[in-house]
């Protein structure tokens, strides 16, 4: 099942539940969904908007003087969002698939890595682990 199809098959549940908060942040995507060109959408372009609202909602947050930790919005949203892979685990693939010597700085590995944890990597977190290699 993909991850559009997941979300759909879970407003359906939240609205038999009546969870107002849930069932709002799912409509919410799902509205993002049906504004794309393509009615079915992959994964990773799902994640996308998902990071995209996230991103938004963060944002208004910031204007408000809000934490992100304490919006229900925000943790619906993180819950579709692949778990983040740990510093422990980057450091790991990077030493046993990357030959820094290859690159001309150690920067030039961020694509690969990146490309690797697709989605499931922050950038700074990358580009703080590869300068201090």
């Given amino acids: 099942m993909s ?3 997941q979300i759909r098959n879970d407003l359906k549940v939240s609205m038999k539940a009546k969870t107002t908060a849930r069932t709002g942040a ?3 995507i799902i509205g993002e969904f049906q504004r794309q060109p393509k009615k079915e959408l992959t994964d990773p372009e799902v994640i996308a908007i998902i990071r995209k609202l ?3 909602e963060t944002e208004l ?3 408000s003087n809000t934490k992100p930790e ?3 919005y925000i943790a619906i949203l993180d819950a579709y969002l692949p778990q983040q892979a ?3 685990e980057i450091k790991a693939w990077i030493a046993a698939h990357i030959d820094m010597s ?3 700085n150690s920067m030039q590995a961020m694509k690969p890595i990146m490309e690797q944890f697709a989605g499931r990597a922050d950038g700074n977190l ?3 682990i590869l300068q201090n290699l």
């Fill in 61 to 63: 947050l910031a204007v």
């Fill in 102 to 104: 290859t690159f001309k």
């Fill in 126 to 128: 990358v580009k703080s």
């Fill in 86 to 88: 740990t510093e422990a």
């Fill in 54 to 56: 996230i991103k938004s």
């Fill in 26 to 28: 799912i409509r919410i």
């Fill in 3 to 5: 991850l559009q199809e």
């Fill in 70 to 72: 304490e919006s229900e």
